[in-house]
């Protein structure tokens, strides 16, 4: 079952435009990343932030998580048509490496 | 250097066969995971394979199944394949624990 639910499940902005995707999840997380995915093709790793870390930044992409509401945020700026995508948070929990992924955030930047 | 590489890209198989999988970390890492991604159930983890032993399986049926070889290359297997087996099965490779994983571009399987 999927741990994380993510929010919208589309949006489209202008190119220049700033975009905001939300993950919530359900129980205690070692840590939790963000994924890329272009058109159904491999996944690709975009940051990680442990429970420990409130915000983290990497280039255009600033995440910020509150483990009180159990909640992730992903902000990129200054968006470019490039960035059309699919997002995905994705957490581990316990002794446990596998990844509990969020159904995703469809991204279409219009040029 | 080279990225996770999974063969084939894609297979079209029948009802009722059987399908290996093969992925090739990264060199050095040592930890190979397997995901499926379908548009109904989204990204499910299938299996985790770290210096050849199986830390971690999903909830999937028998019918999937995997390995790691010394090279830490990995395979899965499915048997009895089922329409509902059609996916794009991803893999992925990680040097560490808490690093973020390298995925490869997936084999999309198509059960027919």
């Known amino acids: 079952s999927q741990q994380g639910e993510e929010d919208p499940q589309a949006l489209s902005i202008q190119e220049g435009e700033n975009a905001t995707m939300n993950c919530s999840y359900k129980?205690?997380?070692?840590?939790l990343q963000w994924y890329r995915q272009n058109s159904g093709r491999g996944l690709v790793h975009l940051i990680l932030?442990?429970?420990?870390?409130r915000e983290k930044h990497s280039g255009r992409l600033r995440v910020t998580l509150d483990t009180s509401k159990k909640s992730s945020s992903l902000l990129i700026t200054a968006s470019r048509a490039a960035d059309t995508a699919s997002y995905f948070c994705?957490?581990?929990?316990?002794?446990?490496?596998?990844?509990?992924f969020g159904k995703g955030t469809k991204l279409t930047v219009n040029p | 250097k080279a990225g996770v590489t999974q063969t084939p890209r894609y297979l079209i198989k029948t009802r009722g066969q059987q399908v290996t999988l093969s992925c090739s970390p990264i060199?050095?890492?040592?930890?190979v995971s397997w995901y499926q991604q379908t548009p109904g159930q989204g990204l499910q983890f299938l299996f985790e394979?770290?210096?050849?032993?199986?830390?971690n399986k999903g909830n999937f049926p028998g019918r999937f199944s995997g390995r790691q070889f010394s090279n830490s290359r990995s395979e899965m297997n499915v048997s009895t394949l089922e329409l509902g087996d059609s996916a794009l099965y991803l893999c992925?490779?990680?040097?560490?624990?808490?690093?973020?994983?390298?995925f490869g571009s997936g084999t999309r399987l198509t059960v027919v």
């Open positions: 992925a490779s990680s040097l560490e624990r808490v690093v973020g994983y390298t």
């Open positions: 129980t205690s997380i070692n840590n």
């Open positions: 932030i442990r429970s420990n870390e």
């Open positions: 994705a957490m581990t929990q316990g002794g446990s490496e596998k990844l509990v």
């Open positions: 060199s050095g890492h040592r930890s």
């Open positions: 394979y770290f210096s050849e032993t199986q830390r």
